[in-house]
């Protein structure tokens, strides 16, 4: 893995999401392969994951421990953890802008994602991309905005490490729940790219949904 994403030699990695399963510790083993990604710019989203409400905490405040260390992780990775927040990466005398929410989900999901909070500041002539955990974000905040975000980036479905894709037909169960569930979905001018994943939950395998690392080179229109 650490091979292939370093091969790509990107200015700018993005990571969307549920760096653990529900606790801090499942990362302890990992920190030394996490380290070795190379790139300019490294930043990162919080996912449905990494609150911790899959476990049964003592009390709130171990949960609370426990998000502030899965928070903790991404510094000590390198990478710039955006919690309903911005920053900007240069290029060439180019800026684009990075928003980064925190998770929103439809259901019992958390809904803490604040596109207003993290976007302030910005107007609609801004090349920007948002970090967006669940897709189902996109068309309940992100089509509606007036600031109008061009391409929005994704996971959380892993299209439901099972399915079929060929280049004539794709079907996961998956769509049943998410109508953006893996890929490149288009509404007007903007743009969605939902990622399939890398690991796995619920069961510890995937057929017909490989995982998925994604490259995406954006050029001046």
């Known amino acids: 893995m650490v091979r292939s994403v370093n091969a790509l030699q990107s200015d700018a990695l993005f990571f969307t999401g549920d760096i653990v399963n529900s606790r801090a510790d499942e990362m302890d083993d ?6 070795q990604f190379q790139a300019k710019y490294k930043l990162s989203v919080l996912g449905n994951h990494d609150y911790g409400d899959y476990v049964n905490w003592a009390d709130a405040a171990a949960r609370e421990r426990n998000l502030d260390a899965v928070k903790a992780i991404h510094g000590k ?3 710039q ?6 920053t900007v990466l240069e290029k060439d005398g180019q800026q684009l802008h990075i928003i980064g929410i925190e998770n929103w989900g439809q259901g019992d999901f958390p809904k803490l994602g604040d596109l207003d909070k993290a976007a302030a500041g910005l107007q609609r002539s801004d090349c920007m991309v ?3 955990h669940d897709p189902s974000f996109w068309e309940a905040f992100v089509i509606p905005s007036a600031l109008h975000p061009e391409l929005t980036l994704s996971g959380h479905t892993h299209g439901f490490q099972m399915g079929i894709e ?3 037909f794709r079907f996961s169960p998956s769509q049943w729940i998410y109508k953006q569930w893996a890929g490149l979905y288009t509404e007007g001018e903007q743009h969605i790219y939902v990622n399939r994943g890398l690991g796995t939950v619920g069961y510890p395998g995937r057929l017909g949904i490989w995982p998925e690392l994604t490259k995406i080179t954006l050029r001046k229109a």
Not at 30 to 35: A, G, M
């Open 30 to 35: 990992w920190y030394d392969v996490f380290r």
């Open 77 to 79: 990775l390198g990478f």
């Open 81 to 86: 953890l955006l919690l309903n927040e911005r």
């Open 130 to 132: 948002l970090l967006s």
């Open 166 to 168: 060929t280049p004539a």
